[in-house]
């Protein structure tokens, strides 16, 4: 279903953390909102690569691998998939991911310091506003030979869990059918709007 205000909440939740970012040296395509659901970005070549950090064992590694749900990763694990819908997006070893010349040695080595500091930086927001970063997915691009963090960071690319209640606020909201998607991605985007208006981090 389309649902536009879906689209802003992500698109708010994405304009929030790429200039956060950027203010920590990590270099994103962010370059400006136009209005609530549009985004100008500097323009990428993708790399086909879901780069997947996880503080907590949730999702596809409780099924794959004898984790208990919720437990405590640390350090993060770092899991990166060739993003391919028709092979399933295949997870890749740092073997792979050379012999298929996706990126160098020394830009994979780039993007998985990037993703730890990201991580770093996202968990300590999230910590503050009472919400546990379980895991999220990011993707990377470049324009000519410079890495930058592309694509979104929203409900729909994190898992995040309420420190309180536990309860999901996002898109497994919808996918497990756990009670009003708009309502849980509402109170993730209002927590981090009202840190603005606090004067931020
Ligand atoms: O989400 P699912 O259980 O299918 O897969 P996962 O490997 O547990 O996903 C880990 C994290 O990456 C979750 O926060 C997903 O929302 C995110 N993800 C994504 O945004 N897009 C994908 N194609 C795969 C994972």
Redesign the pocket.
Same mark, same amino acid.
């Given at each position: 279903m389309y649902c536009k205000k879906k689209g802003e909440y992500n698109a708010s939740v994405s304009a929030y953390f790429f200039p956060l970012l950027e203010e920590h040296g990590i270099p994103t395509h962010f370059i400006r909102m136009t209005d609530p659901s549009t985004m100008i970005v500097r323009k990428l070549t993708m790399i086909p690569l879901?780069v997947?950090v996880?503080n907590r064992a949730?999702?596809?590694? +409780?099924?794959r691998y004898p984790f208990e749900e919720g437990a405590i990763l640390d350090p993060p694990v770092i +899991?990166i998939?060739y /993003?391919d819908d028709s092979r399933h997006?295949p997870m890749l070893n740092d073997d792979l991911i050379l012999a298929l010349h996706l990126v160098t040695r020394s830009e994979l080595r780039r993007i998985k310091e990037m993703a730890i500091a990201i991580n770093a930086l996202l968990v300590r927001f999230f910590d503050s506003i009472g919400i546990t970063l379980?895991?999220?997915?990011i993707e990377f691009g470049k324009a000519g030979e410079s890495l930058y963090l592309g694509d979104e960071i929203s409900m729909?690319?994190?898992?995040l869990w309420d420190m309180t209640t536990g309860e999901s606020l996002? /898109?497994?909201v919808y996918?497990f059918d756990k009670g009003d998607v708009m309502e849980a991605y509402e109170r993730v985007a209002k927590r981090i709007q009202a840190t603005v208006k606090g004067g931020g981090q």
């Open positions: 879901e997947i996880r949730a999702g596809s590694i +409780v099924k +899991v998939d /993003k997006d379980v895991d999220f997915k729909d690319s994190m898992r996002d /898109k497994d996918r």
